[in-house]
T-cell receptor, first 112, second 114 residues
Framework: DAGVIQSPRHEVTEMGQEVTLRCKPI?????LFWYRQTMMRGLELLIY????????DSGMPEDRFSAKMPNASFSTLKIQPSEPRDSAVYFCASRPPLGTQYFGPGTRLTVL | GDSVTQMEGPVTLSEEAFLTINCTYT??????LFWYVQYPGEGLQLLLKATKADDKGSNKGFEATYRKETTSFHLEKGSVQVSDSAVYFC?????????????FGTGTRLQVTL
């Protein structure tokens, strides 16, 4: 099993640019979660999907953030325009219908 | 709302010392409780879980017991190793074993020295 796959692993961009983070969940998992981790705020749930449908996006910080899950094997988190305060590690996690969450290795985003 | 409170780190121990990391929670209903571990540069990994009161989760020498009366889920290990150095997160889920959403504590950094 390849586990949850995230790309890119590292992203450095300039303020104002669009950033797209990608996630491939584990096959057979029907829930997908996006988290953000910073020193100041710890681990925050941004949004989660169940069967490709967004269930709770109350953690999405503002309209600059958007997430999609067009099919069961792919999700994106987009930030447009990016700001320095968006610098963080972004994790994707997936979960099977009866089970616990499995996390990907994360994408470290730096916005200059 | 649901919340998890963990002891602040960092916790620094010598190898073979006894470890306790405290975790208490506030929740409605009967949540499942989890400990996740994050090694440097990696994502979180499930360490152990308990789905109901008095359950004991265990893995790799770590243990935690779901105590409903004290709303606690303290992590313990009898003899830590240098390889246990990591950040440990306590979490609770809003459903039984399926835990559709997790609420995490702030994490406790453990450093084990020779």
């Amino acid at each position: 099993d390849a586990g949850v796959i995230q790309s890119p692993r590292h992203e450095v961009t300039e303020m104002g640019q669009e950033v797209t983070l990608r996630c491939k969940p584990i096959s057979g998992h029907n829930s997908l979660f996006w988290y953000r981790q910073t020193m100041m705020r710890g681990l925050e749930l941004l949004i989660y999907f169940n069967n490709n449908v967004p269930i709770d996006d109350s953690g999405m910080p503002e309209d600059r953030f958007s997430a999609k899950m067009p099919n069961a094997s792919f999700s994106t988190l987009k930030i447009q325009p990016s700001e320095p305060r968006d610098s963080a590690v972004y994790f994707c996690a997936s979960r099977p219908p009866l089970g616990t969450q499995y996390f990907g290795p994360g994408t470290r985003l730096t916005v200059l | 709302g649901d919340s998890v409170t963990q002891m602040e780190g960092p916790v620094t121990l010598s190898e073979e010392a006894f470890l306790t990391i405290n975790c208490t929670y506030t929740a409605t209903g009967y949540p499942s409780l989890f400990w996740y571990v994050q090694y440097p540069g990696e994502g979180l990994q499930l360490l152990l879980k308990a789905t109901k009161a008095d359950d004991k989760g265990s893995n790799k020498g770590f243990e935690a017991t779901y105590r409903k009366e004290t709303t606690s889920f303290h992590l313990e290990k009898g003899s830590v190793q240098v390889s246990d150095s990591a950040v440990y997160f306590c979490a609770l889920g809003d459903m039984g074993g399926t835990a559709s959403k997790l609420t995490f504590g702030t994490g406790t950094r453990l450093q084990v020295t020779l």
